[in-house]
């Protein structure tokens, strides 16, 4: 049955189609001014904010033939050299499962691209990075001081609004949501950012099967080099990001999630400051593969705007080149449910590397 079920999915995939073909009406503005999202394709995007700037996992490498899964996967560095946009401002890159998708081009652009960022992510994640290596050297490529792993009393619970979150800043430090600076050490500032890691789920491929499933307990001896080796995890975060003023005030709060997933996975709680959410990314894969997405997520986070990623098939395709989709979606299923939450029009889908500007800030 698995090789059945790998096999159609595969085939399904090889045939690629034009956005505008599928219904969707694809943004691609560039250069705009701060404070802006800018979308690097798959499940990656990237804001500067007040000297520093969040990440969240950027890929380019993209293995694979055109429209086709690959069997083997190797990060791209002139892909990452070509793409990777400036990020020697960033201090925190979230990922949020250890699928090769979300975390495959994470340790070369920690290296290489953002000297300052933490990493923060599952322990299956942590397990996963601490295998690469430089060639001839024996040192970690991320230092493990940069890896950050929330425990599980610092994950926000399924279906529990009522416990509260942590949240992980982007310097030093963390707290509960609701308590105050003085409750931490003094000396250096938090950050201008800040993230509440949140438990979610990763929906199936197809017939809401996961064919990359499972998790590691230990550090691996070498990097994963075939695809079913980038497990899972135990964890699949959503993430709660919030921009703060020079006070460790939210001006602007951001809900990412990192996969589609079925109600309540990734709610966020209820939150001290009652501060909407301004924007709401969605992953749009799989979204299928779940009941009432993003329906019963929308109806939660209420935000302003709603933004699409995700979405691009990303089996060997170039980051430069005009994004394509796969017909496993059905776009206008997708694009029904998020009208039907009263988003017409206040929705976004955004052409790999493009930028959209903040909503006015609630």
């Known amino acids: 049955m698995r090789i059945i079920?790998?096999?159609?999915?595969?085939?399904?995939l090889g045939c690629t189609h034009s956005p505008a073909s599928r219904g969707?009406?694809?943004?691609?503005?560039r250069g705009l001014p701060e404070p802006k999202l800018q979308y690097l394709g798959v499940g990656g995007w990237l804001i500067h904010w007040g000297g520093e700037g969040v990440l969240i996992a950027p890929m380019f490498s993209n293995p694979g033939l055109p429209g086709f899964p690959p069997i083997f996967v190797s990060a791209d560095e002139k892909r990452i050299a070509d793409y990777m946009p400036r990020a020697d401002d960033v201090t925190m890159l979230l990922v949020g499962h250890a699928h090769y998708d979300h975390l495959l081009d994470v340790p070369r652009i920690m290296d290489r691209y953002t000297p300052k960022a933490r990493v923060f992510g599952s322990e299956t994640m942590a397990h996963i990075l601490r295998a690469?290596?430089?060639?001839?050297?024996?040192?970690?490529?991320?230092?493990p001081a940069r890896i950050v792993e929330p425990g599980g009393?610092?994950?926000?619970?399924?279906?529990?609004?009522?416990?509260?979150?942590?949240?992980?800043?982007?310097?030093?430090?963390?707290?509960?949501?609701?308590?105050?600076?003085?409750n931490l050490p003094e000396g250096q500032p938090l950050g201008r950012i800040r993230a509440m890691p949140i438990a979610s789920e990763h929906a199936g491929h197809v017939f809401r099967y996961n064919f990359l499933p499972g998790?590691?307990?230990d550090d691996l001896g070498r990097v994963p080099t075939y695809i079913r080796d980038w497990k899972l995890g135990h964890h699949t975060f959503a993430w709660l990001i919030d921009l703060l003023d020079e006070a460790g005030r939210p001006v602007y709060r951001i809900h990412f999630q990192d996969s589609a997933a079925n109600p309540p996975y990734g709610f966020p709680p209820l939150l001290a400051d009652s501060k909407a959410v301004d924007v709401e990314i969605l992953c749009a894969a799989s979204?299928?593969?779940v009941d009432y997405y993003p329906n019963g997520l929308l109806q939660v986070t209420r935000p302003s705007l709603v933004l699409l990623g995700h979405w691009e098939n990303f089996f060997g395709n170039d980051p430069g080149e005009p994004a394509r989709t796969i017909p496993l979606l059905n776009y206008a299923?997708?694009?029904?449910?998020?009208?039907?939450?009263?988003?017409?029009?206040?929705?976004?889908v955004l052409e790999p590397l493009s930028e959209v500007a903040f909503p006015a800030p609630r």
């Open 132 to 143: 690469h290596r430089s060639e001839n050297d024996p040192r970690p490529l991320v230092d």
């Open 287 to 289: 979204w299928n593969q």
């Open 215 to 217: 998790a590691y307990d």
């Open 153 to 182: 009393a610092e994950i926000a619970p399924v279906g529990l609004p009522g416990v509260r979150g942590t949240w992980f800043y982007s310097i030093r430090g963390r707290m509960r949501d609701g308590d105050t600076a003085q």
């Open 5 to 12: 079920l790998t096999l159609f999915f595969v085939l399904l």
């Open 333 to 348: 299923g997708l694009i029904e449910n998020i009208e039907d939450a009263g988003y017409a029009g206040r929705y976004k």
């Open 24 to 29: 969707l009406k694809v943004d691609n503005q």
